[in-house]
C-alpha cells in the first residue's frame, strides 16, 4: 500500500468514524430515528446548518457542541490530505526530480551506477547492502522507476553524455560502473568519467570476446566478463565444488554480521611497522588477515605472523562489522 493510498483510506476511515458517533450519539441521547441523526450528523460536520431537525434536550446540545469541534476539524484535515494528495499526483515527477537532484547534489565520494540491467541492478544491491551513497544512471523511465522503488537515487538520462554525468556529480564522485548492454557504450562511457575526473575507479562490463582488453587501454581499473566468469565458475563447480562453496561463502553467504573488507593503512598510522602478531588482531578484535595487498601491487596470501605493515599497504581481512570498523580507525591513524 502507497503513501497516498493509505491516506485517503485514513481519510475514509476518519469521516465515516466521525458520521458512525453522530449518528448513534444522536439516536442514543434524544431517540432520533437513524436518518435524521445521520443527516443531522452531516449537517454539523459540514457546517450547512439547516438547524435541528428536532428539539434537542440539553445533554443533546451538549454532545452536539463537541461533535461540531470534532466533525468541522475533521472535514478540514480530509480536504488538506486531499488537496495534498491531488498537488503529489499532479506534481509528482517534478517534486520527485527536484528531491533528487537537491540529494545527488549533496553526494560526496559515490559510486555511479551507469545501467540498471541485471548486472546494474547486482551492483546496486550490493552497493545498498554496504551502505555506501550511489546513484544509478539509466536511460529507461521503467528501470529508474523501480530503481526508486527499491529505495535507490535514480537518474532517467543517457549515461553516455558528459551532461548527464555531470549532473550527477561525476567530479566528485570515487567509482563508476559501466553496466550498459553495449561494450561501445561502455567504452564511451569509461572515456568520459576518465577525462572528467582522471582519479576515478572505473569497473566497466565487458561482452565480446576482445574488449576486456580495450577497456583496460581505455583506462579501466577493473574489466569483468559475465559470460567468461559464470562459464569459470560453473567448470569450477564440477571440478572443485568445495573451493566454490567456500568463495561464495566469503563473498555473499557469511552472514549479516560477517564482512570481507579491505582496510588502507595510513601513513601516520601508529600500526606501521608493527607485525601482524604485535597487532593481535585475531586475540583483540577477533579480525582474520587474509591477503595484504603491497603499496606496489604486490598481493601475499595468507601472510606469516611476522609480516610488517607499511603505509599504504590494504589489508584483506575478514570480521564482524563492528570489529572491522575499530580497526579501521586503528589504521587511519590521528586526525
Same mark, same amino acid.
Given at each position: 500500500m502507497n503513501r497516498l493510498t493509505r491516506r485517503l483510506l485514513l481519510t475514509l476511515l476518519s469521516i465515516g468514524a466521525t458520521l458512525a458517533i453522530g449518528t448513534v450519539g444522536f439516536t442514543v441521547i434524544d431517540h432520533y430515528p437513524p436518518f435524521d441523526a445521520f443527516y443531522m450528523t452531516l449537517t454539523t460536520m459540514t457546517t450547512v446548518g439547516y438547524g435541528e431537525l428536532h428539539p434537542l434536550s440539553r445533554a443533546g446540545r451538549i454532545f452536539n457542541s463537541f461533535l461540531i469541534m470534532f466533525g468541522?476539524?475533521? @472535514?478540514?484535515?480530509?480536504?488538506?490530505?486531499?488537496?495534498q494528495s491531488i498537488i503529489e499526483l499532479e506534481f509528482g515527477d517534478?517534486?520527485?526530480?527536484?528531491?533528487?537532484?537537491?540529494? @545527488?547534489?549533496?553526494?560526496?565520494?559515490?559510486?555511479?551506477?551507469?545501467?540498471?540491467?541485471?548486472?546494474?541492478?547486482?551492483?546496486?544491491?550490493?552497493?545498498?547492502?554496504?551502505?555506501v551513497p550511489f546513484v544509478v544512471v539509466d536511460i529507461s523511465p521503467e528501470r529508474v522507476e523501480r530503481a526508486i522503488l527499491s529505495g535507490m537515487l535514480a537518474v532517467a538520462a543517457d549515461s553516455t553524455r558528459d551532461e548527464t554525468l555531470h549532473q550527477v556529480g561525476i567530479e566528485r564522485a570515487r567509482g563508476l560502473v559501466a553496466a550498459l548492454a553495449t561494450d561501445a557504450d561502455n567504452?564511451?562511457?569509461?572515456?568520459?568519467?576518465?577525462?572528467?575526473?582522471?582519479?576515478?575507479?572505473?569497473?566497466?562490463?565487458?561482452?565480446?570476446?576482445?574488449?576486456?582488453?580495450?577497456?583496460?587501454?581505455?583506462?579501466?581499473?577493473?574489466v569483468f566478463a559475465p559470460y567468461t566468469i559464470t562459464g569459470h565458475r560453473l567448470a569450477q563447480s564440477?571440478?572443485?565444488?568445495?573451493?566454490?562453496?567456500?568463495?561464495?561463502?566469503?563473498?555473499?553467504?557469511?552472514?549479516?554480521?560477517?564482512?570481507?573488507?579491505?582496510?588502507r593503512v595510513a601513513e601516520s598510522s601508529q600500526m606501521i611497522s608493527k607485525s601482524i602478531k604485535d597487532m593481535q588482531l585475531?586475540?583483540?578484535?577477533?579480525?582474520?588477515?587474509?591477503?595484504?595487498?603491497?603499496r606496489d601491487g604486490h598481493m601475499v596470501f595468507n601472510p606469516p605472523a611476522d609480516t610488517a605493515v607499511r603505509g599504504g599497504d590494504h589489508l584483506i581481512v575478514m570480521g564482524r562489522q563492528e570489529s572491522l570498523r575499530t580497526l579501521e580507525e586503528l589504521l587511519a591513524g590521528p586526525k
Open positions: 468541522v476539524t475533521t @472535514i478540514l484535515i480530509a480536504i488538506g490530505a486531499m488537496t517534478l517534486i520527485g526530480q527536484r528531491r533528487n537532484k537537491r540529494m @545527488i547534489e549533496k553526494l560526496k565520494d559515490h559510486y555511479i551506477i551507469c545501467g540498471f540491467g541485471r548486472v546494474g541492478r547486482g551492483a546496486a544491491a550490493e552497493l545498498q547492502h554496504a551502505a567504452l564511451f562511457v569509461l572515456l568520459s568519467a576518465k577525462g572528467l575526473n582522471p582519479g576515478i575507479y572505473v569497473a566497466a562490463r565487458a561482452a565480446e570476446e576482445g574488449a576486456e582488453e580495450k577497456m583496460r587501454r581505455a583506462g579501466a581499473d577493473s564440477l571440478l572443485r565444488p568445495h573451493v566454490v562453496q567456500f568463495l561464495d561463502f566469503t563473498t555473499k553467504d557469511i552472514g549479516e554480521d560477517i564482512s570481507l573488507e579491505q582496510v585475531g586475540r583483540d578484535l577477533g579480525v582474520i588477515v587474509m591477503a595484504i595487498r603491497n
